[in-house]
């Protein structure tokens, strides 16, 4: 039973324009939500992240927006550049816990 | 600072031989994990560590043993390969519960 879904494999964006990547998660002891932008033949790299006392948290050009009652988050990436195309995993964790939750995630690709 | 590498960075096994993924990190960090990711899913947790000496299972650890003897090393054991064990292995560190830092990956493949 996956506990963090991501459940649109792919999303295709014109640059510019704004990039929604959803995730939705099942189990409310999750605290502490974190996104993980992936390039192939890489590892994950940290993007942003938001704990449960918060509903956004903005950087730059990227903001989480959690909604507690809903299991729901979601990333905004505005303006849209090239080199944002990767893909994007979130990620739930149990404060005090080490382990992370992790979404299958979605494969943004901008287009120029 | 060279962050978190990993060695090899593709292996081809046969079942049943036994091999040792290598992570090293230079950033002083106490914790350290290893995962996998397969096609379609997200990472899962094998392994890991909250400082030298102290190791523990995350949620897929049947088919590989851990130890950490020095806070920069956690070398990811396979004692009898199986092609179910065929996936991309990522290892971490970090100095938080929080915020981890992978390393480039090792693509395993069993025959």
């Known amino acids: 039973d996956q506990q963090v879904k991501q459940n649109s494999p792919s999303l295709s964006v014109q640059e510019g324009r704004i990039s929604i990547l959803n995730c939705d998660y099942t189990n409310s002891m999750f605290d502490y939500f974190l996104w993980y932008k992936k390039y192939p033949a890489e590892g994950p790299t940290f993007l942003i992240s938001i704990s449960s006392i918060k509903d956004k948290n903005e950087d730059g050009r990227f903001t989480v927006f959690l909604n507690k009652s809903a299991k729901h988050l979601s990333l905004h990436i505005v303006p849209s550049q090239p080199g944002d195309s990767a893909v994007y995993f979130c990620a739930s964790q149990i404060g005090g816990n080490y382990q992370l939750i992790w979404g299958a995630g979605t494969k943004l690709i901008i287009k120029p | ?111």
Request: hydrophobic content about 30%.
């Open chain 2, 1 to 111: 600072n060279a962050g978190v590498t990993q060695t090899p960075k593709f292996q081809v096994l046969k079942t049943g031989q036994s091999m040792t993924l290598q992570c090293a990190q230079d950033m002083n960090h106490e914790y350290m994990s290893w995962y996998r990711q397969d096609p379609g899913m997200g990472l899962r947790l094998i392994h890991y560590s909250v400082g030298a000496g102290i190791t523990d299972q995350g949620e897929v650890p049947n088919g590989y043993n851990v130890s950490r003897s020095t806070t920069e090393d956690f070398p990811l054991r396979l004692l009898s390969a199986a092609p179910s064990q065929t996936s991309v292995y990522f290892c971490a560190s970090s100095s938080t519960l929080e915020t981890q830092y992978f390393g480039p990956g090792t693509r395993l493949l069993v025959l």
